[in-house]
């Protein structure tokens, strides 16, 4: 299976993709990373990609004179890949309709808190904030709200009272890659059924 990768920052998910790929093998694994794209320049998860010799696009908002204009170019970009599954590991962009309308049903994404509690761009302040003593990472595909399509696979977190953000997010996140590679393999390599919210992973 054909992968793309949409990212925004350190592609640390990404990554893992990466090195279970380089450790299993495409086959055994079931899907390759055929490219990565991103929503501006200069960020880690870019460099990763071509360090792995993989192809990458970055498609910024601010170059086009629409958000729908940005989304047709956002989508026409990752088609050109031919994509079986989109993954967004940390892609801090809402996708339009026409995205959607193409890759909806084979796009993945992470969030970084046991939704529906504390969707949006600061779950894991957000999560923080509210004292919450359990928290987590989630892998679902993206509907046309935010945070809010059918889950996949979830990974609980214990919140410390030392914790602040970025401990607690770096904490998930340990979680939240080996959550994603091993959800992204299974569908990969399994197919699946989304009906209404139940995902069935044959
Ligand atoms: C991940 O925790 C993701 O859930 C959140 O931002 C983080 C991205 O991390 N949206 P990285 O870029 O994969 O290192």
Redesign the pocket.
């Known amino acids: 299976k054909r992968l793309v990768v949409l990212?925004?920052?350190?592609?640390?998910?990404?990554?893992?993709l990466l090195d279970e790929i380089d450790a299993l093998g495409v086959e055994a694994y079931g899907a390759r990373v055929v490219a990565v794209g991103a929503d501006r320049t200069g960020?880690?998860?870019l460099a990763r990609a071509e360090r792995a010799g993989i192809p990458t696009f970055v498609c910024k908002v601010k170059d086009h004179g629409s958000r729908e204009d940005w989304d047709a170019a956002l989508t026409g970009a990752v088609a050109a890949y031919e994509p079986d599954l989109v993954v967004?590991?940390?892609?801090?962009k809402i996708v339009g309709k026409e995205f959607l309308a193409r890759f909806g049903g084979r796009f993945v994404?992470?969030?970084?808190a046991l939704l529906p509690s504390f969707p949006g761009?600061h779950?894991?302040r957000d999560a923080l904030a509210y004292g919450a003593r359990v928290t987590g990472?989630t892998v679902h595909f993206v509907d046309d709200g935010v945070d809010t399509g059918p889950i996949i696979a979830q990974g609980a977190v214990e919140v410390r009272d030392e914790d602040d953000e970025s401990a607690l997010?770096e904490r998930?996140?340990e979680v939240?890659?080996r959550l994603l590679v091993e959800v992204v393999g299974r569908l990969a390599r399994n197919g699946y059924r989304i009906e209404g919210r139940k995902v069935v992973i044959q």
């Open positions: 990212v925004s920052g350190s592609g640390t998910n990404l990554q893992a960020i880690e998860g967004s590991a940390g892609f801090m994404n992470t969030h970084p761009a779950g894991v990472c997010h998930i996140k939240e890659r």
